[in-house]
């Protein structure tokens, strides 16, 4: 049997049916028990180390399993930051220990993960963060507060980064580190947007004690360490049309078109070709960053490409939306789910600008670092952190 058999019979029998109407609490006990028979049988992780519970196979397969499962809704999106950016950082820069303990039940799918670098005063400019961490004997003492945490209120684990060297320049003096949510001093508050839901929260951290194997990666090569986590994460963005933005993909919109008898239409005819061009280039270019990342070759900042590119094609599908649905797009009748969803995803596509690096933070990157151009002017790289007048600093 091919792997491409084997992939499909597994999804035809195992992935579960959606249910209206879940709550929280019940749409995560069935991913988790999707994720841990996924792993089972030996589909989870596939370009994962094999000794740290992964499946050591080749990109070519992930793909294969990519492609199979772009037909089912999977119930992971829970598991997205652990999966997309966590667990490849672990991989990259974790100890022979924190590799054990930790990829094995992340890929299961037994523990939750989120990030923790937002904070009120740094999210563009997140080196300015002010959480403090500071060495007592053999721990760390943990004091500041994060902010638009996706998925804190789930998570078992979070990747925490925190100063620890203040009287350094401002990108010299921070660690990563790997906290326990369920720590004492840890308090979890969820965040509503604008679409009502809650998807992530701020976080506040009161004296949290963490041993001092939490460290990940060196002590204040934090930066290092977050960027190596941003350009993972950018990769996981822009090559996830997430659930939430499902009636937003081209299928879905042209679907949309036939059943308002607006197909025929030669502006939205013209407009759906032109989406469904940009979500197949799309597409393409994340398997091949993916792919050079299997082979040893990360995408770095053209990770940044793959992000604003996801952004910007979602923007496209809302005009596109509107094109086809008009006042459907942004209202409701009640018993009409399907235009529910729509305006739910059209109200959630401007976090998706700003999540995970905002639209213009991308183009700088993309012009600095893929196009060569000058460097923007930074003045305050070579000022110990202390004295810079950032976040709560700004007041002194
Ligand atoms: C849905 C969602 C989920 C998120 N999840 C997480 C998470 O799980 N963990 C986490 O740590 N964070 C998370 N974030 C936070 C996110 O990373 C920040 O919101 C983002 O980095 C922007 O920071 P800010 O909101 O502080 O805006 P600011 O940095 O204050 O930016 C304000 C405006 O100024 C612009 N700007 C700032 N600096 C520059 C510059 N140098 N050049 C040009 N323009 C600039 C920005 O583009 C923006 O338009 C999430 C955000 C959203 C919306």
Known sequence: MSFRD?????????????????????????????????????????????EYGGQGRTAADQQVFDEEAAAYDLPTDVFMIGMGMCGPTIVDLGTHEQKARYVRPLLRGEEIWCQLFSEPGAGSDVASLQTRAV???????????????????????????????????????????????????????????????????????????????????????GWFAAVTMLGHERVSIGGSVRRRYDPLTYANLADLARRLGRARDPVVRTELAALYAAER?????????????????????????????????????????????????????????????????????????????????QRGIIGERVLGLPKEPQVDRDVPFRELRVGTQAKA
């Open 135 to 221: 060495r007592d004997g053999e721990t760390w003492v943990v004091n500041g507060q994060k902010v638009w945490t996706s998925g804190a209120q789930h998570a078992d684990f979070g990747a925490l980064l925190a100063r620890t060297n203040p009287d350094v320049p401002k990108h010299k003096g921070i660690t990563m580190f790997i906290v326990d949510m369920h720590a004492p001093g840890v308090t979890v508050r969820p965040l509503k947007d604008m679409t009502g839901q809650a998807p992530f929260n701020e976080v506040f951290f009161d004296n949290v004690r963490l041993p001092a194997g939490a460290v990940l990666g060196e002590v204040d090569a």
């Open 6 to 50: 084997t992939v499909r019979d597994w999804l035809a029998e195992n992935v579960p049916k959606t249910v209206e109407n879940a709550s929280a609490e019940e749409r995560i006990a069935t991913a988790k028990r999707f994720q841990a028979a996924l792993h089972d049988a030996g589909l989870a992780g596939l370009t994962w180390p094999a």
């Open 281 to 361: 280039a799309l597409s393409l270019f994340n398997t091949r960053l993916r792919q050079e990342a299997d082979a040893g070759s990360p995408p770095g900042a053209r990770g940044s490409v793959a992000k604003l590119a996801g952004a910007e094609l979602l923007w496209r599908a809302v005009r596109v939306a509107g094109l086809i649905a008009g006042v459907r797009a942004a209202a409701w009748d009640e018993g009409d789910p399907a235009a529910e969803e729509l305006a739910l995803a059209i109200n959630a596509t401007p976090a998706s600008s700003i999540a995970g690096g905002t639209n213009q933070i």
